[in-house]
């Protein structure tokens, strides 16, 4: 595909991190700045995404084998490339992503054991190339992230639950591999403490995320 023009930056981070919280207020100064901000989840972000985010993360689905649920986030991926991401990338737009392959290389690739390189070959056949310039993974103890997002959903009555649920051992492995993660690509992945204040952590982000605006600017 033809080069994208635009900007794409993705949130990561372990379970109740505060991630999507900090890509709202990011999108929100971006827009106040004048730049168009695209935002989309994963996974979701799609009508045909939100179906399949329901298989995904609904606790009732513990059958869910680990293959398929790789190629599902996959599936869910794919069609956010083609429905939302390459266009508005090719339009010159900022695309903020609440996840994206990062996820499945440090969730399915590494602390489900499927490995790193069926990861890289799925994203290469689902995303076109397209990969993030900047990605922000917010870092937190298992512990206080996972008491966070089962906090948050108790209060909402949320079901989507599959992935919280599963054993401290598993979000460690998690951790640990956004860890290898950022040592590996530190130019593109940057640790932030999410232990911090939320506008400290807001500030953060800023300063990492403004030296790559000028290009975009309309």
């Known amino acids: 595909m033809t080069a994208a023009k635009g900007l794409f930056l993705t949130f990561?981070?372990?379970?109740?991190?505060?991630?999507?919280?900090?890509?709202?207020?990011?999108?929100?100064?971006?827009?106040?700045?004048?730049?168009?901000?695209?935002?989309?989840?994963e996974p979701g972000g799609t009508r045909i995404?939100?179906?399949?985010?329901?298989?995904?993360?609904?606790?009732a689905h513990q059958e869910l084998s680990a293959t398929a649920e790789l190629l599902l986030f996959f599936a869910s991926r794919a069609q956010?490339?083609?429905?939302?991401?390459?266009p508005a990338?090719?339009?010159?737009?900022?695309?903020?992503?609440?996840?994206?392959?990062?996820?499945?290389?440090?969730?399915?690739?590494?602390?489900r054991g499927l490995g790193r390189?069926?990861?890289?070959?799925?994203?290469?056949?689902?995303?076109q190339g397209i990969a993030p310039k900047l990605t922000l993974c917010?870092?937190?103890?298992?512990?206080?992230g996972l008491a966070r997002a089962r906090s948050r959903n108790r209060q909402a009555g949320d079901t989507e639950t599959r992935l919280d649920d599963e054993s401290l051992a598993f979000h460690r492995k998690v951790r640990q591999a956004y860890h290898d993660l950022a040592?590996?690509?530190?130019e593109r992945v940057k640790l932030v403490d999410a232990g911090a204040g939320i506008e400290e952590v807001a500030a953060e982000i800023g300063s990492l995320v403004?030296?790559?605006?000028?290009?975009?600017?309309?």
Request: include cysteine.
């Open 12 to 41: 990561e981070g372990v379970e109740g991190s505060g991630k999507s919280t900090q890509m709202r207020l990011v999108a929100g100064r971006l827009r106040g700045l004048g730049h168009t901000v695209v935002e989309t989840v």
């Open 49 to 59: 995404g939100k179906q399949i985010r329901s298989i995904l993360l609904e606790a």
């Open 80 to 86: 956010a490339v083609d429905e939302i991401i390459a």
């Open 89 to 111: 990338l090719a339009a010159g737009h900022i695309v903020i992503s609440d996840r994206f392959t990062d996820s499945t290389l440090v969730y399915q690739g590494a602390a």
């Open 117 to 127: 390189d069926v990861v890289i070959e799925l994203d290469r056949i689902s995303c």
């Open 138 to 144: 917010l870092d937190l103890e298992i512990e206080a």
């Open 183 to 186: 040592q590996r690509e530190p």
């Open 210 to 218: 403004e030296p790559l605006l000028a290009p975009c600017e309309n």
